[in-house]
């Protein structure tokens, strides 16, 4: 049995490709693994707030020392990384936005983002200590920025890898809906993306 985390960051709702994308390898996984879990994330609908000093200052405080304000103002950060640390196969969706990923999921990733919680520092450098973890991304474009001229403006699938690898989750695959603007290519973007779907 396995406990999948399913985040979706699209403004889109149902008619999003990325979330259309995201179901299907969950759908694919449950069928490796049908005991499974899921548990699924509306980055969106959540509405996780941006850092502000004061939340990030609590990052570095012990616990014990915090107070009851300071605790309150911790707990969505400390259910994300409870959630993501109970995940076994966590599916990202993750829809490209002006070259890069949402504000939403950026968010969730400044809120999973703690010293000696999720990383931290040895004499050789950071470590990661998300492991143990398979992520699979479903990322959404318009146009095409697997190849081509696109590939230089991708800082999705770049910049998640790099997040992720950080924070100790190096077992990483990217499924592409891309094209879905470009005519000629739009029409059979979303039957590409999931035929290529191969669960590990």
């Known amino acids: 049995m396995k406990n999948i985390l399913h985040l979706r960051s699209s403004l889109q709702g149902a008619a999003s490709y990325s979330i259309k994308l995201g179901n299907a390898i969950v759908n694919k996984i449950q069928e490796k693994y049908p005991e499974s879990n ?5 980055l969106v609908g959540i509405d996780i707030p941006h850092l502000n000093p004061d939340v ?16 309150a103002s ?8 409870a959630q993501l640390m109970a995940a076994d196969i966590i599916v990202i969706g993750a829809p490209l936005y002006n070259f890069t990923v949402s504000t939403s999921l950026k968010a969730w990733i400044d809120h999973v983002t703690r010293t000696g ?8 450098g950071p470590i990661g200590m998300v492991t143990g973890k398979k992520v699979y991304v479903a990322m959404s474009s ?6 081509g001229p696109g590939k230089a403006n991708d800082f999705v699938a770049p910049y998640l890898k790099a997040f992720l690898g950080f924070l100790g989750m190096t077992d990483l695959t990217v499924f592409r809906a891309e094209g879905l603007k470009v005519p000629g290519l ?4 979303m039957d590409k993306a999931i035929a290529s779907i191969e669960i590990d």
């Open 38 to 42: 899921v548990e699924e994330v509306d």
């Open 74 to 81: 911790i707990k969505l950060s400390d259910q994300l990384v």
């Open 186 to 189: 739009k029409e059979h973007a």
């Open 56 to 71: 990030l200052r609590t990052f570095f405080i012990p616990k014990d020392q915090l107070t009851e304000a300071e605790q």
């Open 117 to 124: 919680i999720t990383f931290g520092y040895g004499e050789s």
């Open 142 to 147: 318009g146009g095409v920025f697997s190849e």
